[in-house]
């Protein structure tokens, strides 16, 4: 999350990467019970990546990890968006820069009293993000004049279901907008004809106690499960929305497509770790998978014109957080425009950006085809 305006105060708290720990009240906790905590860049001059768990069991094996317990999180790396070099983040450089350590398994969207002593594990992730929020407003973003809410993967997600809520928190005059990368799951069949992350999905909210905290506007139309995948959230968001995300994200190919169970006999295992070991039936399927993704794209795409996309066809998963696919020499580009120039444009108003790629293989700007694990999670730990 990229804040601008924010004052210096928190940056003498811990210099100019500080790692914040809030200090609220003992009901706002991360998966273990440890207080949630954010790092801080300091902005200068005129200025989540992380998952689910959707069960106890998988709750439990993140507990103690940096994706369930601030004491676990240490130092970040600041690139990409977060980049503090304008000549590789030109519009966003100078900006004050917060990074919400993401503990807490459910975008930000549990919401459970009652602890289990067996387990000890604490469901509370709506909680973390007020608690956020109103930190940040009390050290000054009340007075922000440019926010971006971003994030990648259940970051991405993140930032499409808290959108809203995030841009009632600032003044009416500000300019307010939201990013999504590699965060835009589709409610899609496996090559089995198994609904395979719907049922998923299912689990998290059941778990987390989620309900209540996804956005009114689909909770009131269908089941909050269906609520976690943004095709049927974002049309009816009133902020604007950037969605960055590959036509073949190599999370969804191997985990929504080819997840594991549907590939007992590892028919897809090559392919699924690289996109160029892939035989023709398999692109053949990628292809169809690509087609339906734009399909739901489309309701986003078509419910307000202040929307913008970059939807290029790399075998790739989050774009914004690493230099090298933000904007570097041999970064991803649609129209000769790299990531970080469309999202700059379209966030000052510069420029609209509207792009979706030619099939595979046409895209020669591609960072890689080959799968990167986020964060160290293995498959079916939907990110």
């Known amino acids: 999350m990229a804040l601008d305006e924010l004052p210096q105060a928190i940056a003498a708290r811990g210099g100019s990467s500080a790692f914040v720990m809030i200090s609220l009240f003992i009901l706002i906790l991360c ?55 304008g000549e590789l ?85 500000a300019r307010v907008k939201c990013l999504t990368d590699g965060g835009y799951f589709v409610n899609a069949k496996d090559i089995s004809g198994i609904e395979y992350v719907r049922a998923y999905f299912n689990s998290i909210v059941e778990t987390h106690g989620s309900a209540k905290n996804l956005p009114p506007s689909c909770t009131l139309r269908m089941s909050p499960g ?14 604007p929305l950037f969605i960055l995300n590959a036509a073949y994200d190599s999370w969804q190919i191997r985990n929504i497509l080819v997840p594991l169970p549907s590939d007992r006999e590892g028919t897809w295992k090559d392919c699924r770790a690289d996109i160029t070991k892939c035989n023709t039936k398999q692109i053949e399927g990628m292809q169809v998978f690509r087609q339906e993704f734009l399909k739901d794209l489309g309701r986003t795409i078509a419910s307000d014109p202040s929307n913008g996309f970059f939807i290029n066809s790399c075998f790739a998963h989050c774009q914004t957080e690493l230099t090298a696919t933000w904007k570097f020499s041999n970064s991803p580009v649609l129209g000769n425009t790299t990531v970080a120039e469309a999202v700059g444009l379209w966030f000052y108003d510069l420029r609209d950006f509207k792009e979706i790629d030619c099939p595979y293989p046409c895209d020669s700007s591609c960072y890689n085809n080959k799968y990167e694990s986020q964060d160290g999670l293995e498959d079916n730990e939907i990110p």
């Open 89 to 173: 983040n030109p519009y966003f450089y100078n900006w004050n820069k917060v990074k919400v350590g993401y503990c807490d398994g459910s975008s930000f969207t549990g919401d459970v009293d009652r602890v289990d002593p067996a387990t000890n594990l604490h469901y509370r992730g709506a909680r973390i993000f007020d608690a956020v929020m109103e930190d940040l407003l009390a050290k000054g973003m009340k007075n922000a004049t440019n926010a971006l809410l971003s994030g990648c993967s259940a970051g991405g997600l993140t930032s499409v279901l808290h959108c809203d809520r995030f841009r009632a928190l600032l003044p009416a005059d």
């Open 226 to 239: 269906m609520c976690f995948f943004p095709q049927y959230v974002a049309p009816r968001i009133r902020t």
């Open 31 to 85: 998966l273990d019970g440890s207080p949630p905590a954010y790092h801080f860049s300091g902005g200068f001059g005129s200025g989540e990546r992380g998952g689910w768990c959707h069960n106890v069991t998988n709750c439990l094996s993140r507990m103690k990890g940096k994706l369930g317990s601030s004491r676990a999180m240490g130092a970040v790396r600041f690139s990409g968006i977060l980049n503090d070099h």
